[in-house]
């Protein structure tokens, strides 16, 4: 097959909210952009959240115009369900290989119009913990507001019946597609390979993952979701509405025995979110909070909390050290609280649902595919964090969103506006037209 | 303005398609936001039965790709020629649709979107019944101002490929650098004497531990080295003219009244007879009428206090021949720039007086204040001592001007509290305790806090560091501020603390200190006259207000004004230079081809109806907006209204004075309303909201 | 009762700015506080656009009740606040000839976060259709026909 | 009431050992990860925030750190690895050293010098007194009885048991003043002290509550930490009572047959004497378990001690069996010269004194507990009776 060429100013790794501001930013810049993401759909994490704090708009909406601009955007090229293999440099800019996975789906052919995902015959669940899209067909289209919004081929599952060959109006299945490569010649890579999620097995006090009415931020934020499982809340062992929730904080975050020392900055913030969207989902159930420190120091997210507060969702300061289950699954905290007279008790709390309020860690592998060096916390390491957030100490390699930090929405989409400009700015000077490298001033500098 | 573009707005308004309006309604269900209050199937339903409307559709998402290409395809495939979607505000996606209709071949402003999110399901979440109704009526106004609708076309304007940024701290620094390096020429105008803003004051900052000048210095040299960037230091706008693309703004500079440096620069201040508060080491010491505000700033050199400077002479006597001119004047010039980026920054929350002992013991200081106590270069040598004694116990008190309670906080001349969150205090205190403890090694400090916000990158650390460094962490409760007083004559220090320690279970906990720092909060610097120039709001919080804070967070409602830094809110060094730059990468967006297009929304004549009767040139705000002008056609001349679209804002002052109708403007003209009213009031066809 | 009563309950327009008032509005959706549904929000750029002759129509044509929600002198046009306040003023001058309770026309100056003005005003007006009830249709000169007195709502639209 | 703080308390508690606590943040996962905490008793973060606040009053007259038995889930789990079970540690040698009027046993926790060297004084007493007091050496055949006779070593016993029983009543008197008599919330009548007094008997013998500390295992054989500790208290208590209430029975020159109780006892408390010194001394080398991490020269001590006693014991045996009268002598002494320090500075002053603590805790916090109950019925019931 022959090698698909791209010349472009910049790309862009990842296709999450930084990935496609940042992408957006160049291409309005009048820069020729090619965003490569390695799921069949951008939008990343932010497409699977429920709504968004502090303004409690429905996450899809902000999401899908991004995604739709980034996808009709002039000057971006997307490559999605495709995979970095390499980078090298050249000259002054780099050449990345690119391998575009195979969908079984002829992408130009394919309408979205899901004729073959209703004949698919088989079914396969993903992950029981990741009920986000519980299950697919073989073939399916990855969700309602996908971009692109083209069919794709879970080949491991498939039995081959056909079914969906007949079925297409517009002949695009092909059991024959092969691997495609592109080469890509650019003069600037921009990161934003975003995060993970702590897994809900972490930590051995929280049941290891066993307990089924133990759930992760992540898992509530589909069942709040329009978009989500049920449609509703309900718990996973019985389907039962639950009628007390607790929310276990710094389930993830701040916690040696993790490795993890840092705050992951988002989970305050969720937690009250989904609270305040559990109250309107289930008025009657009784919502509880367990922190060490509520952080909400962003713009409008104090007056958030407080109005948590007032509407009743319960806010305990104590860290969880053990949850267990009863003989009907009902999770059990135990927690040292300090109660309003001032007195300090070790409590074993029975609740309906636990929401683990899990926290981020560094997503991909920046170090080994790009070189640039990663702090001791697993996320990319700066050397002039204050003031050039954004450029790494690869020359003409930047970064933005969560693979720099733990970072909500809004912080995300300013960084992706910062490494738009570095690259910009880099782009203009004579580094980025190849003369010469760009000097960084080269300094030791003590983190924290 | 060229002509051209004149002869097109003209052309637009006057020659609309002729044809018949296919209209296509949508409605959008915003994954249950809408649809689980107003049912939306039968909102397309019966407006489906509407005349002109071709199709009618409800679906989950509308702004999705698949939605907006549901929109698309019927274009296309069903010649639909406008557009009603009922979906969320018409502040999330109005141009999310329009970009569809361009994408799909349609004029993109044959498009009306009505907020049935905001409007209709959020507020009448009580009565569905109601608010489908509602939505019918609502969507049937849309349709019945989409037969009157007409193409329009933006305007289309040359822009000045050059930016002013307002504010020299380090967000406006570092937005003037992105610009100048993107290859916008940048004006930057300081209102002090010297660049470098708050940051010059910092001590050291988090979390690189980097002492602050020197990070500055180095941002400050690469701006200087910009050719594209000039710099007014002690200047203010005064004034500006114009819109997006074309500002002509009006800054007045006040003179330094020293030219250069020069060597006695000390023997100059030393006989000035004046002395006064230096806000560079915040009250901390006192400095001249002539002084330097800091050692090595940017400027270098003296500056002269005006305010205080009585002129007396002194200083012209010791120093150089013609180096200070006490007769210098404060200057006005313009310069015409295509946007504006407001980085003016804050200023620290000033305490009440006896607020936690402020003012009222002399042992209590704020922590701006540490940040020049502990500066090797501040007003002690960076030696922790107050009154002439060595520090030996400190208690930090954090949140003080940050999120306060009201009925338990003052709040302030506006009335209100600062319920927010300042977002840098606590690991600044903790910062600060680390430097403490480097610099008096036995000191006994206390962290008395409310929640420990080391919510960034390596900002945790500090918490844990200044653990292990021993500081005594007390947490309070919101509703009862720790109370600062004075101790007992005999008492070994002079001030007590006293706090309710969540931590100890309730325990009333008595400190002796020797010196309390105040944690304060940010409050925006004020700049209602910035506001006022620009026509930015500020949010309740009274920091400036963006348009959205997730899709936008930089820009304002105003096109061609952005936010950098904490004029926007409190944040930190490295946020400041990230929104900073995010700020300048929206500028570059805007005006880096050199030209900006505006929405159509202006007035227009109908030479058809005009009589010239010149009642809207009379009433006309603007300058050069409209006029008479004389025609001559077929020997006759007569009087025509002539709009100049660039300088009208589309206020509309003419269009209700017209005696004969003549004036609209494009986009929301006056038929279109009228059609509106008569709809919503028209009864529904076969409906069946009570079923 | 017949349902073209019904659906004709008494209507409130409210002519609200870009700028300021429709955006306040917005807030309180985002609130998601609650005010009847009668009430019909336009969004206008200016509300200094509609001579006193468009009050006077929607009054005839069903709207009983009309708050124009401008942003005050915080307008982004200028002339806009002077220039609105006349014509709202002229048109009470009209309002009266034709025997209309100058209460029903209003002018406010609602902000981008004007949550709890927006709210007022709406209850305000929703209080004053209480008392007084429906605009009395077709409007005419007060000599023509009598003065209707405030009735029940639907008692109205039968009279009419 | 306004508590005065003093956060340099810290420094003067690492003197007894590693503590790491200042990192801690109060999350409270300590506490509630405790097996041993209650809903009325939390612990130990409650101790953890009077360390760092330096109420050292408060913490003298808690009794909350002998509750617990060192499981190490608190140390294991804490998110800022404040190991706050060594601090816990920590704390009972600060008491110790506080209940002890004599000083000694702050100076032994404090300094290897001064606990090295009392014990090598104590050894060198028990040579000299050896050589003032010791029989003939009969060496054609082992004659035991003969180089030190039964009753003078029985006197001597008695003389040990009461010189260690005074030092430790009265530091258990200090430690009943300081914790029950000086709270000035409940006062325990006498009755209670006997109607509680089966918690102490309780206590001592079963060691439950370290029971409790291997929580997630089920089973005596299991709970491999209580089991092995239980061992070797019963031995060494069986040990103890057969060495000073029967010596004259126990040291004999006559061979038991294999059969006889008084072999059978003297084996098994050697064995789970001997087991229990290893398995103590290789926990700690290895560091295996949270408990064993951190080791102060006062945990090594003590079994060190005991296992030289235990070895140089069953040295004695074996060459009295080998008829090898000289070793057997020789050993012998050399077993008084360990055994001795072991009983008369580790038990009032040294790591051995929390047998009697730990046991004594928890009968004073019964007590203290069923106080506070019955003053609480009593102050409610005639509330109740309106």
């Known amino acids: ?448 | ?691 | ?160 | 009431m306004t508590a005065r703080v003093d956060p340099q308390f810290i420094t003067e508690l690492k003197k007894y050992g590693e503590v790491t606590i200042e990192s801690c943040f109060n999350c409270g996962n300590c506490t509630a990860i405790c097996p041993l905490s209650t809903e009325e008793t939390p612990f130990p973060r409650t101790n953890l925030r009077l360390v760092q606040l330096g109420l050292c009053d408060k913490l003298r007259e808690s009794l909350d750190p002998w509750l617990c038995y060192y499981c190490g889930d608190c140390s294991a789990t804490c998110p800022r690895q404040a190991e706050p079970g060594e601090a816990q540690m920590t704390m009972r040698r600060w008491l110790t050293g506080q209940y002890d009027w004599t000083g000694l046993a702050r100076l032994f926790y404090t300094s290897a010098f001064w606990e090295v060297g009392s014990i090598l004084l104590v050894g060198a007493f028990i040579v000299w007194m050896f050589f003032l007091f010791a029989g003939p050496m009969v060496t054609d055949h082992v004659a035991l009885n003969t180089f030190a006779p039964v009753e003078r070593i029985h006197y001597g016993d008695w003389v040990l048991a009461a010189f260690l029983s005074f030092f430790l009543l009265s530091n258990v008197v200090r430690m009943w003043w300081f914790t029950v008599a000086k709270d000035s919330k409940v006062k325990v009548p006498f009755s209670v002290y006997v109607t509680e007094a089966w918690n102490l008997i309780v206590h001592f013998v079963t060691q439950k509550q370290f029971e409790k500390c291997d929580e997630e295992q089920k089973g005596f054989w299991q709970k491999k930490r209580w089991r092995n500790h239980w061992f070797l208290v019963s031995g060494y208590v069986l040990m103890f009572v057969m060495v000073v209430g029967f010596l004259p029975w126990f040291q004999t020159d006559n061979i038991y047959p294999i059969y006889h109780p008084q072999r059978w006892l003297g084996y098994y408390a050697t064995i789970v004497l001997l087991y229990g010194g290893f398995d103590i001394l290789w926990s700690r080398i290895k560091k295996e378990h949270q408990s064993h991490r951190f080791s102060h020269l006062s945990d090594w001590i003590f079994p060190i001690l005991l296992l030289l006693t235990t070895i140089s014991g069953i040295l004695v045996h074996t060459f009295r069996y080998l008829d090898l009268p000289l070793p057997t002598y020789y050993m012998y002494a050399a077993h008084m010269v360990v055994l001795t320090p072991m009983l008369v500075l580790e038990v009032p002053f040294g790591k051995w004194s929390h047998l009697a603590y730990r046991p004594l805790a928890m009968y004073f916090h019964a007590a203290k507990a069923k106080a506070a109950q019955l003053q609480e019925s009593l102050t409610t019931a005639p509330a109740a009776a309106d």
């Open chain 3, 1 to 160: 009762m017949s349902t073209e009563t019904e659906n004709r309950s008494a209507k409130i327009l409210l002519l609200a700015t870009l700028s300021g008032g429709y955006r306040g509005a917005d807030m309180v959706g985002q609130g998601h506080m609650d005010y009847p549904p009668n009430t019909y929000i336009l969004p206008v750029m200016s509300a200094a656009i509609f001579p006193p002759k468009f009050y006077i129509d929607a009054f005839n044509k069903g709207f009983d009740a009309i708050t124009v929600m401008y942003s005050g002198t915080d307008s982004p046009y200028k002339g806009e606040s002077e220039k609105t306040a006349e014509i709202i003023n002229e048109t009470y001058g009209k309002m009266k000839e034709l025997n209309l309770d100058p209460r029903r026309l209003r002018l406010a100056a609602i902000c981008t976060v004007c949550v709890r003005p927006f709210l007022e005003e709406v209850q305000r007006a929703e209080k004053l259709l209480e008392e007084i009830g429906s605009v009395p249709r077709p409007l005419t000169k007060p000599q023509a026909v009598p003065a209707q007195p405030a009735g029940t709502q639907g008692g109205i639209f039968h009279a009419n």
């Open chain 1, 1 to 448: 097959m022959p090698t698909e060429h791209i010349k472009v100013d910049a790309l862009v790794v990842g296709g999450g909210i930084a990935g496609m501001q940042t992408a957006l930013d160049l291409g309005d810049q009048g820069y020729q952009v090619a965003l490569v993401e390695r799921q069949s759909s951008i939008g990343g994490k932010m497409i699977d959240l429920s709504k968004v704090f502090p303004t409690l708009d429905c996450c899809s909406c902000i999401t899908t115009p991004k995604m739709s601009a980034t996808a009709h955007h002039d000057n971006i090229n997307l490559l999605t369900y495709s995979e970095i293999e390499s980078i090298n440099r050249n000259g002054n800019g780099f050449t990345v290989q690119v391998t575009k996975k195979p969908r079984y789906v002829r992408e130009d052919d394919c309408t979205g119009c899901r004729s073959c995902e209703l004949v698919c015959p088989l079914e396969v669940s993903e992950d029981e913990h990741e009920f986000g899209r519980t299950s697919h067909r073989i073939v399916y289209v990855p969700f309602s507001t996908a971009v692109p919004q083209k069919a794709v081929v879970d080949i491991d599952n498939c039995i081959f019946c056909g079914k969906c060959i007949q079925a297409c109006p517009s002949d695009a299945i092909d059991f024959t597609q092969q691997p495609e490569p592109v080469e890509i010649e650019t003069r600037s890579i921009v990161l934003a390979t975003g995060f993970e999620t702590t897994p809900i097995d972490a930590k051995k006090e929280y049941g290891a993952g066993k307990l089924r009415n133990v759930i992760s931020g992540m898992m509530m934020e589909r069942l709040l979701a329009p978009t989500g499982p049920y449609g509703r809340v309900l718990r996973p062992s019985d389907g039962k509405m639950p009628a007390s929730i607790a929310y276990v904080q710094c389930a993830g975050s701040r916690d040696q025995t993790l490795g993890v020392t840092y705050c992951s900055r988002v989970c305050c913030m969720y937690a009250i979110k989904q609270a305040m969207l559990l109250s309107g989902a289930l008025p009657l159930a009784e919502i509880t909070i367990y922190y060490m420190d509520i952080r909400t120091f962003g713009k409008g997210y104090e007056q958030f909390y407080q109005n948590a507060k007032a509407m009743g969702v319960e806010f305990l300061k104590g860290k969880v050290a053990r949850i267990t289950e009863d003989a009907d699954q009902n999770p059990i905290v135990r927690v040292e609280l300090i109660d309003e007279f001032g007195k300090t008790r070790v409590t074993e709390r029975q609740h309906d649902l636990v929401v683990l309020s899990v926290g981020l860690l560094p997503g991909g592998n920046p170090q080994a595919k790009f070189g640039v060096p990663v702090g001791e916390d697993g996320f990319i390491q700066v050397p002039d964090y204050n003031v050039f957030p954004a450029v790494t100490s690869q020359p003409g390699i930047f970064v933005t969103g969560t693979a720099l930090g733990p970072m909500d929405i809004v912080d995300s989409i300013m960084m992706a506006g910062a490494a738009a400009s570095a690259t910009a700015s880099y782009l203009e000077s004579s580094n980025g037209s190849g003369k010469e490298a760009q000097s960084q001033p080269e300094r030791s500098v003590e983190y924290a």
């Open chain 2, 1 to 691: 303005m060229p002509e051209e573009n004149v002869n097109k707005q003209a052309q637009a308004g006057q020659n609309p398609k002729d044809e018949e309006p296919r209209i296509g309604v949508y409605v959008c269900n915003c994954g249950g936001n809408i649809g689980d209050v107003v049912k939306c199937d039968m909102v397309a339903q019966t407006l489906g039965k509407l005349p002109n409307v071709t199709v009618a559709h409800s679906n989950m998402f509308m702004c999705s790709d698949p939605g907006q290409k549901m929109i698309a395809d019927d274009i296309k495939e069903k010649g639909i020629n406008r557009v009603v979607i009922g979906a969320c505000s018409i502040f999330l996606h109005e141009q999310t649709f329009r970009r569809t209709l361009e994408r799909a071949g349609l004029n993109p402003y044959l498009y009306y979107h009505v907020g049935l999110r905001e409007q209709v399901s959020w507020v009448h979440h009580g009565t569905p019944k109601e608010a489908t109704e509602k939505s019918i009526r609502m969507m049937a106004a849309g349709i019945a101002k989409a037969r009157n609708m007409k193409p329009l076309e933006p305007v289309r304007l040359p822009a000045h490929r050059h930016a002013l940024v307002i504010g020299g701290g380090v967000a406006g620094l570092r937005s003037a650098l992105d610009l100048a390096r993107r290859g916008l020429q940048v004006t930057l105008v300081e209102k002090s004497h010297y660049l470098g803003g708050r940051m010059a004051q910092w001590e050291r900052v988090f979390p690189t531990n980097e002492e602050a000048r020197p990070l500055l210095k180095r941002l400050i040299d690469q701006v200087l080295a910009e050719p594209n960037i000039t710099i007014h230091t002690g200047a203010q706008v005064a004034g500006a003219k114009g819109y997006v693309g074309n500002y002509t703004v009006t800054i007045r500079q006040q003179p330094r009244g020293v030219r250069g440096t020069f060597p006695n620069e000390q023997g100059v201040m030393d006989v000035c007879p004046i002395k006064q508060r230096c806000e560079f080491n915040y009250g901390l010491s006192t400095r001249k009428a002539i002084y330097r505000p800091y050692k090595e700033c940017v400027p270098e050199g003296l500056v002269i206090d005006w305010e205080h400077c009585t002129k007396c002479g002194e200083c012209v006597q010791v120093a150089p021949e013609g180096m200070i001119n006490l007769e210098e004047e404060a200057h006005e010039f313009t310069v015409e720039v295509g946007a504006v980026v407001l980085a003016t920054g804050f200023q620290p929350y000033e305490p009440f007086y006896g607020e936690m002992g402020w003012k009222e013991y002399p042992e209590v200081i704020t922590l701006p204040q540490l940040h020049r106590l502990l500066d090797d270069e501040g007003p002690s040598d960076g030696k922790f001592y107050w009154n002439g004694h060595p520090v030996r116990n400190v208690a930090l008190i954090h949140c003080v001007g940050s999120r306060q309670v009201e009925g338990v906080h003052r709040a302030q001349m506006d009335g209100e509290v600062n319920n927010y969150c300042s977002r840098v205090c606590c690991t600044a205190s903790l910062s600060m305790a680390s430097l403490i403890r480097q610099k008096a090694p036995d000191a006994k400090i206390y962290e008395i806090y409310e929640d420990i916000r080391a919510y960034g990158r390596w900002h945790e650390d500090y918490y844990t560091r200044a653990s292990k460094n021993n500081v005594t962490f007390l947490r309070y409760y919101a509703e009862e501020i720790p109370e600062v007083r004075r101790a007992d004559e005999k008492a070994e220090n002079p001030l007590l603390v006293k706090v309710r320690d969540h931590l100890t279970w309730g325990e009333e906990i008595e400190i002796p200190v020797d010196l309390v720092v105040l944690s304060v909060g940010m409050m925006p610097n004020p700049v209602q006259d910035l506001m006022e120039i620009f026509k930015v709001t500020p949010g309740s919080d009274r920091f400036l207000l963006e348009v959205h804070p997730k899709l936008r967070p930089v820009e304002t409602a105003v096109n061609g004004v952005v936010l950098a830094g904490t004029a926007q809110g409190p944040m930190n060094i490295q946020e400041s230079c990230a929104a900073a730059s995010a700020a300048a990468a929206k500028v570059s967006a805007l005006i880096e081809q050199a030209k900006v297009e505006l929405e159509p929304y202006v007035a227009h004549v109908d030479p058809d109806q005009c009589q010239g009767s010149g009642e809207c040139v009379k009433v006309c705000p603007q300058e050069e907006a409209i006029e008479l002008k004389t025609f001559s056609e077929n020997g006759r001349t007569f009087q025509r209204a002539v709009v100049t679209p660039a300088n009208c804002n589309g206020c509309g002052v003419c269009v209700s004075v017209c005696p004969n109708r003549a004036l609209d403007v494009q986009g929301w003209r006056l038929d279109e309303y009228e059609a509106m009213v008569e709809a919503i009031a028209a009864d529904i066809p076969a409906w069946e909201g009570a079923a």
